[in-house]
């Protein structure tokens, strides 16, 4: 896996992250999570949509850490 592919999946974890900052609430989380989600299986390559995926999840987990029990 090349650098830059590790970028554009770490880029897609952006969304929920921004969400769980600004919302501060899981459902802002999971909304980021669904537009990220969304923009890596359309705007992505079919061979590296696992790894852009997996960027949306540690997004996710890390907006919700931020978001704590809120």
């Not at 990220?36 to 907006?63: C, H, Q, R």
Request: charged share 5%; glycine share 18%.
């Amino acid at each position: 896996m090349s650098l830059f592919v590790l970028v554009v999946a770490a880029g897609h974890a952006i969304p929920p992250v921004v969400g769980g900052v600004i919302g501060k609430s899981k459902i802002a989380v999971a909304i980021g999570a669904i537009v990220g989600g969304a923009i890596a299986i359309a705007s992505g390559n079919p061979v590296f949509i696992l790894a852009d995926l997996v960027g949306v999840a540690l997004g996710t987990w890390l907006g919700l850490s931020i978001v704590g029990d809120g």
